[in-house]
Structures are given as C-alpha cells and as structure tokens.
T-cell receptor, first 117, second 112 residues
Framework: EPEVTQTPSHQVTQMGQEVILRCVPI?????FYWYRQILGQKVEFLVS????????KSEIFDDQFSVERPDGSNFTLKIRSTKLEDSAMYFC???????????????FGEGSWLTVV | SQQGEEDPQALSIQEGENATMNCSYK?????LQWYRQNSGRGLVHLIL?????REKHSGRLRVTLDTSKKSSSLLITASRAADTASYFC????????????FGTGTRLTVIP
C-alpha cells in the first residue's frame, strides 16, 4: 500500500538552528500537510499546500516556518530558528482532493521527532 | 474551535471485550475520521464516515455518526492486546478546507 515517508525519523538540534524536515507524499496525491504533536498533547494542524502554494495555515505556522515542494516528489518543512517549544513530533500527510471516492482521507507518515536543546 | 473531544480519556478492558470510544465536535462537518496511534508512532487511518452516513463498518470496527448531536462513536469488537493504542477522531470543516482538527484521544489498553 502506498505510504507517506518522512526523514529524518529523529533529529536533535541546538536552539536557534535551522531544521528541514522532509516528506515524500503518496504519488498521486495533490494536497499536502504538516501537523505537529507535542509530547502528550493533541495533533495540531500547521499548514496545507495545494497547487504549489499554501492553501491554509494555523496560528502556529508563523514566520519562522516555511514549506516548499522543491521537485515533483518532496515536500519540506523548514523551521528557520528553532526554539525549545518547537520540540515535537512533526507529521507530514497527503490526500487526494475532497469529493473523490475516499472523501478526504488524509494519510500520515510515521513522523519526525524534533528535539531542540 | 472545531476540535473533537473524545471520552473516555483512558479505557482499560480485558481481551475479548468490546471497547467503545466517543467523540464530540462543535461545528458542521463534511466527514469525520478515526485514527489510531501507537505510542511514538504515526497516525493510522481507520475509517471515514461522511456527514450523510449514520453507521459504517470495517472488520471489527463500527463507527456511528449523529450529526444532530455532533457526536460519533467507535466500537472495537472482540478486542485484542494489539489494539492497545490511542484513538483519535478528526473532523474537517464545511468551509472547503481540507485540514483536520483532532481531538485529545482515548488511550485504550487491552489486557491479555
């Protein structure tokens, strides 16, 4: 079964450093997402991306965050200057457009653990 | 806020018993999805139920949706130790956005 893949699985970084988290969405999907989950808390939406631009973003997704689809397969999340509170599991996800036979089922990757020290 | 809220927060049952988890949400939706998460792992999609559906089955899973009460339930029948995980409901928005709003989850422990 096709799946969303993420790298790295775990990254430790110094506060203030830039981090890039990478994702390969499912190949025929057109919507891409980043979510995060701080340890022990709920999964929170960060940003959605469609047709090479951000379609929606949450309050969490401030100026230190950016997303990019540098080529036909990768989807990246960049955190410019990491803070301690950015420590979380970051999930990439993808979906086909809503309205298809599967509705808007969103498929998630295994996540990238980010620890900021 | 549109986030779902699951209850109970934690549920512990014996293997073979049924587990029922509930979810409530606040605004109109297109569909509601249930996900499972093993500790420290990714979110696994279990089932999607559309707003015009009332009940859906998939293997040992049964999901109901009551849009008048803005609530859903997930029933796992004949539970197994491997069902031990956190279960989340997630709703979308009727505004056309495709992102999901997750609840706080129910931590299910199935005792062998």
């Amino acid at each position: 079964e096709p799946e969303v893949t993420q790298t790295p699985s775990h990254q430790v970084t110094q506060m203030g450093q830039e981090v890039i988290l990478r994702c390969v969405p499912i190949s025929n999907h057109l919507y891409f997402y980043w979510y995060r989950q701080i340890l022990g808390q709920k999964v929170e939406f960060l940003v959605s991306f469609y047709n090479n631009e951000i379609s929606e973003k949450s309050e969490i997704f401030d100026d230190q965050f950016s997303v990019e689809r540098p080529d036909g397969s990768n989807f990246t999340l960049k955190i410019r200057s990491t803070k301690l509170e950015d420590s979380a599991m970051y999930f990439c996800a993808s979906s086909i457009p809503a309205g298809g036979p599967s509705g808007n089922t969103i498929y998630f990757g295994e996540g990238s653990w980010l620890t900021v020290v | 806020s549109q986030q779902g809220e699951e209850d109970p927060q934690a549920l512990s049952i014996q293997e073979g018993e049924n587990a029922t988890m509930n979810c409530s949400y606040k605004t109109s939706i297109n569909n509601l999805q249930w996900y499972r998460q093993n500790s420290g792992r990714g979110l696994v999609h279990l089932i999607l139920i559309r707003s015009n559906e009332r009940e859906k089955h998939s293997g040992r899973l049964r999901v109901t949706l009551d849009t008048s009460k803005k609530s859903s339930s997930l029933l796992i029948t004949a539970s197994r130790a491997a069902d031990t995980a956190s279960y989340f409901c997630a709703t979308d928005a009727r505004t056309g956005a495709n992102n999901l709003f997750f609840g706080t989850g129910t931590r299910l422990t199935v005792i062998p």
